[in-house]
């Protein structure tokens, strides 16, 4: 099969070449190009399917109007240099890391982010030597701390079920990019990625505050 045809015509050649291949043995260089056809549709599946889902996150952070960012900021701002200064400070190297244009520089951005969440966790919900709901939540354990401020602290069982998934998936993304950073790997972060993850940690913190 020439890569010529379309997608769905490959589609169509695949499915109809194992049907065939389902009643006879047929030529081994037929099933080799069938098998060849098959991995080609994957990858170009797979590439839809990165490209379908970091477009649909852009236009998700874009649909973020500027002032409801601003305002946030704004409010967080002001609230960290009370509680958390020092996070504020990394919040500054985060967007300093975020003006980078390497892969290193938006890893590090998120990291940077990492520590904003840890001193944040380290006001709101120090670190405690016993479990809190059958978790630990010691000094690295933030995403553990903020869970429990964010369990005490949300009265709207709604938007308290939002703000823990949100502690969750946030929480979980960064510490991944964390370890990423920590073995050299860095290609795996884009700068929207960072520049999303940086807005997603002012609304989470927004939240609990």
């Not at 709604?158 to 964390?178: C, F, K, N, P, W």
């Amino acid at each position: 099969m020439g890569l010529s045809r379309s997608i769905p015509e490959a589609e169509a050649f695949v499915i109809n070449a194992r049907k065939s291949l389902k009643y006879t043995r047929g030529q081994e260089s037929f099933q080799t190009a069938v098998e060849q056809a098959e991995m080609v549709l994957e990858r170009v599946h797979n590439r839809l399917y990165r490209w379908t889902s970091a477009c649909l996150n852009r236009l998700l952070f874009e649909a973020v109007p500027e002032e409801v960012m601003s305002e946030t900021r704004k409010k967080v701002d002001a609230a960290l240099a009370r509680m958390a200064p020092t996070a504020l400070e990394k919040f500054a190297v985060a967007y300093q890391e975020l003006q980078g244009s390497s892969a290193e520089n938006w890893c590090n951005a998120c990291t940077a982010v990492r520590r904003v969440l840890l001193d944040f966790a380290d006001a709101v919900f120090p670190p405690r030597d016993e479990l809190v709901g059958g978790r630990k939540v010691g000094k690295y354990e933030y995403i553990n701390r903020l869970w429990a401020h964010a369990k005490n602290r949300i009265a709207s069982e709604s938007t308290r079920g939002v703000a823990l998934a949100e502690v969750e998936d946030l929480g979980h993304r960064i510490d991944a990019i964390y370890k990423l950073s920590n073995r050299g790997v860095h290609d795996s972060v884009s700068r929207d990625e960072a520049e999303r993850i940086i807005a997603r940690t002012y609304f989470l913190i927004a939240d609990l505050l």
